[in-house]
Nanobody, 110 residues
Framework: QLVESGGGLVQAGGSLRLSCVASGRTLPSFPMGWFRQAPGKEREFVAGISGSGASTHYADAIKGRFTISRDNAKNTVYLQMTSLKPEDTAVYYC?????WGQGTQVTVSS
């Protein structure tokens, strides 16, 4: 099970940090990802991280503004989001293999 938290309402230019806590599986064995889905749009990839955390990759739309990281001792993956834009408004989902969290809403006001 994956449980996200940290979403909320923020003004453009602001920051948020999302967290995803995993239960029932050992995080170090699995790559993790963050995805998002805006109203009326398909779910899209945001960022991914390898099991060890040594390798990360990002969607072009958020590169340089978002950072994915993980703390395997806490079974937690993070998404640090800075310089947020209204177009970042979406439900953000944590993913590991075929397991998805319930999502956390991020709303960026202009």
């Amino acid at each position: 099970q994956l449980v996200e938290s940290g979403g909320g309402l923020v003004q453009a230019g602001g920051s948020l940090r999302l967290s995803c806590v995993a239960s029932g599986r050992t995080l170090p064995s699995f790559p993790m990802g963050w995805f998002r889905q805006a109203p009326g749009k398909e779910r899209e990839f945001v960022a991914g991280i390898s099991g060890s955390g040594a390798s990360t990759h990002y969607a072009d739309a958020i590169k340089g503004r978002f950072t994915i990281s993980r703390d395997n001792a806490k079974n937690t993956v993070y998404l640090q989001m800075t310089s947020l834009k209204p177009e970042d408004t979406a439900v953000y989902y944590c993913q590991s293999g075929d397991v998805w969290g319930q999502g956390t809403q991020v709303t960026v006001s202009s």
